[in-house]
């Protein structure tokens, strides 16, 4: 059957306000503002890569709504699946961010409470949304939300299913959203329709109380669950601007897994929608040849580094410039300093 899209995803847009460079929330006059969110910045990445995606969520119906429109356009972004909220109290979730410069971390201020996202109903989309798409993702935190974005949630993940789409689930847990028992109960319901299952060794113990090394906690929930791929990000943080980052991916299918040197000492610029980044690159590959876990691995890790030397939520890089970066992570020889 025909899709008209590679992937859609469901989950809430927010804008994002950050004192430039290295000022504080706390002193400083001016915020600059830029859009993103989890499910964004995944269908983001994949458009840049080359896959037609879209978005699905609920904004307000006045002029910041226009503005995250106007930003999920210029990323590549169907808008097909956005519906307004007209209503007075109609706003659109913020989050305030300030980088961090060794030994102060970085900080995030959240007020998104009440914001239209949290009203989205099954009922805002015709029944065609759900045989539109070859793979549909989201996240724990669009669960965490509210009863009521989890309800619509739980019920897309049904019926994506239903009509023969892969299921792709990050936890992405965000302790100040829910505790680790609520998000095991709610998670544990979603994971027999879930293909392809995102989630790091740190998450795994706490949410799941897995315990044991990375690779046998990956293997764990496919047997327990009729999970296709595991994936697993491994970063080390030397410093807020210094980080390691590599990840390993299990395919329960052939009882592989697959890995590869780690990208060491990234010059992290912003590490917001890093982790976001990984997964596009992951979906990306999988979704050209779902059988290619070594590729989706690479293209994963590539995205994910290159997104932290650059700000905003939103990734930037396009299919060229990610393929330069594996060839480079690969050589062993002399490298020019400079792409000309």
Sequence with gaps: MNKSFDLLSLGEVLLRLSPPGNERLVRGGTLQEQVGGAELNVVSGVSLLGLRTGIISKLPANDIGTYAKNQIRFCGVSDDYLVYDSS?????????????????????????????????????FDDSLFASTRCFHTSGITLALSPQCCMTGMEMIRRFKEN?????????????????????????????YVDIFFCSE????????????????????????????????????????????????????????????????????????????????????????????QRAL????ATSAVKNTIPGDLPSSDLKEIENLIRSHKSTGPQPEMAR
């Design 298 to 301: 690479e293209i994963g890790n």
């Design 164 to 192: 023969g789409a892969v299921i792709s689930f990050d936890v992405n847990f965000r302790g100040n959203l829910w505790s680790g028992d609520q998000a095991r109960e709610c998670i544990k319901k979603i994971l027999p």
């Design 202 to 293: 740190e998450t795994a113990r706490l949410t799941f109380l897995k315990d044991g090394d990375a690779k046998s906690i990956m293997k764990s929930f496919t047997s327990e669950y009729p999970i296709s791929i595991v994936a697993s990000t491994q970063r080390i943080v030397h410093s807020p601007k210094i980080h390691t980052f590599g990840s390993i991916i299990y395919d329960a299918r052939s009882d592989r897994f697959y890995e590869e040197e780690p990208y060491h000492n990234i010059e992290v610029v912003d590490r917001i929608g890093s982790g976001d980044a990984y997964v596009s690159g992951v979906l990306y590959g999988l979704l050209s040849d779902y059988n290619d876990c």
């Design 88 to 124: 007075p109290d109609a706003r659109l979730g913020i989050y305030f961010y300030e980088n961090g410069a060794y030994p102060r971390k970085p900080g995030v201020v959240y007020d998104r409470k009440h914001s239209t996202i949290n009203n989205i109903s099954i009922d805002d």
